[in-house]
């Protein structure tokens, strides 16, 4: 009997780590997440080292992130316009499209330096139509009470491919090369259209003015979202100087795929738990924990130099950045449906999320030209950018609020839900 009773208290203990319903619309984007977190993981992480390896300088790969964020910046809106004209996931089918010709075109830089060009380009076009509709789907068909957790076993299905991506990654690039990479990640990218296109997306189409996007970044509620989202400003630097940091120490693709697999394996197990925790406890002391050890992770690389130092700051590191990252996200979609304005919170969350990454590229750019890779001054800028994060405008009594916020009731065997229950 007491054994019964502890399988059966451990049963519901493991299900209250997990939403309690999932819309059709949030299976389909699970499912292909899955497909496209596999293939960014295969080479986002190698995407910098390629244009290093092709023998372009630190800052010039900055001064390409750099391009691209900026252009990115004034794009957004023109994102969110298409989308609530044609729908979420029209927006990310385009996107998706466009990611190839990226791939496509990075592989091209390899015969003419005007294919840089060419990759900016594309590149600030599939941002644009994107994130915006994964976001707005995303923040459109979640539950309130459950976001914490809908966010966090989204970031577990991520961990689960990003595990496996980076090796995979490293493994055919040092066996074939990074062309045979392209074509892969390329079909990849195209197979994740498949879910969202199972069903016929209803919706009801609509109008945003472009200057709206801007109106709404600068609007003073949202001010403390814009001050916060600054950190991302980090992540900029986890993406570009981070990946060829620990190239330059592991010396092979291979090596440095494993390494972050492992690190993302271990931490994955803790996204799970903390999705619980925010959908039942108060955000803001998720968050601040978060960034705590987040700021204590840059400046713990400040001192690795090692294959085990780099796995252990690696893998305290992506542990910190999911139990920041889950109550930011889950905030996000709560306060885009709190407003009845998804498209426009959400554009306004992109807007400012870039321009950390602005700030970051140009500043970092700036200093790797006149004095050349100073790995421990990026570091050193990261965890500042991480201190942005506290300026994330939670309160006990907004998290409280956002819980019962009333939502459509959408019927679970229909296979779409009506996209014009709120005002996108």
Known sequence: MELHSFFHNANNGLRSLFPSHLTQELKELYTTTAFLSFASASFVLFEPIYLYTLGYPLWGILAFYFAIYVGYFFTIPLGGKFIKRYGFEHGMLLGSLFQVLYYLSLYCIHFSPLF???????????????????????????RAGERGREVGNLAILDSLVVIIGPV??????GLFGFPVLFVIVSVIVLLSNIPIMMTREIFTPSKMKYWDSFKELCKKENRPYTLGNLGYGEELIVLTVWPIFIYTILGSTTAVGSTVAAATLISGLVVLYVGKVIDTSHKKSVLRLGVLFYILAWLFRLMVGTISGIFL??????TSKQVLSLPILAGLY???IRTTHVVRAVVAFEMSLVLGKILASGGLLVVFFLFGEQWRLAFGAAALFSLFYLGYGYSASQSNALAKTPRPVFSPSSKKAPRSALSR
């Open 168 to 173: 995979f990654g490293g493994v055919i690039i």
């Open 116 to 142: 840089l060009g060419v990759a900016v380009i594309v590149c600030i076009l599939q941002k644009t139509f994107f994130w915006p509709g994964f976001h707005s789907d995303f923040a459109m068909f979640g």
């Open 313 to 318: 700051v690696d893998f305290f590191a992506r």
């Open 334 to 336: 709560d306060h885009a």
